[in-house]
């Protein structure tokens, strides 16, 4: 299969990168995401772009992660391109990894998704790639009252877990895998690449 990373991640990354307004549309679309059909994540952006915080699709946890990210955005954008200065690729997704987890709501899972659509690194372990790979929910996630230094241990598993596979791997099975289970929706893995993109700029 043709590597629909390659064609559709640079895009969103540019996006991303390119102001502290879309970084802040990026990461309301991972928010979005959270255990939602991803074919209707783009019409959850529409209403969330028209509505704000009024949106029925932004509730609990999302809600939280909104108001932090409509506060914090300027600060949260600058620190995260600061970020793209790291030559170690090691270096850079720990800090990049730590950069997201600050907004609340918005767990290891999550925060990864949000690295890989802004800078091409790390990935998004959801369920969908839980069950994939045999991974334990529990491995992925803690609280915010965890230990510093159970947080950054979590941090580092899941990054190596990313590693394994590699985040091009990973968006293009993930991809994959959504077209071929959910076919009266996409058209093929393309399609369900190229709206991580449309779903912003469009």
Not at 129 to 135: D, T, V
Request: aromatic fraction near 12%; include cysteine; charged fraction near 25%.
């Amino acid at each position: 299969m043709k590597s629909v990373f390659k064609i559709h991640n640079p895009k969103i990354n540019k996006f991303s990168q390119a102001s502290a307004e879309n970084f802040s549309l990026m990461v309301v679309m991972a928010v979005l995401s959270i255990q939602q059909d991803w074919f209707s994540v783009g019409n959850q952006i529409q209403d969330y772009r028209k509505r704000g915080l009024r949106s029925r699709f932004v509730w609990g946890n999302k809600a939280k992660a909104v108001k932090y990210l409509r506060k914090h955005s300027d600060v949260l954008y600058k620190e995260a391109m600061i970020c793209l200065k790291y030559k170690k690729k090691q270096q850079l997704e720990e800090e990049l990894m730590q950069v997201f987890l600050q907004i609340d709501g918005l767990g290891l899972v999550k925060a990864g998704f949000c690295c890989q659509l802004f800078s091409g690194h790390v990935g998004c372990i959801d369920l969908h790639n839980e069950k994939r790979f045999g991974i334990s929910k529990n491995v992925l996630s803690f609280s915010k009252k965890t230990k510093p230094e159970t947080q950054l241990k979590k941090i580092k598993l899941y990054l190596e877990l990313c590693r394994k596979e590699g985040c091009e791997k990973l968006w293009n099975g993930w991809c994959k895998h959504i077209a071929d289970i959910y076919p009266k929706k996409w058209k093929d893995a393309h399609h369900v690449s190229q709206v991580h993109f449309d779903y912003v700029a469009n």
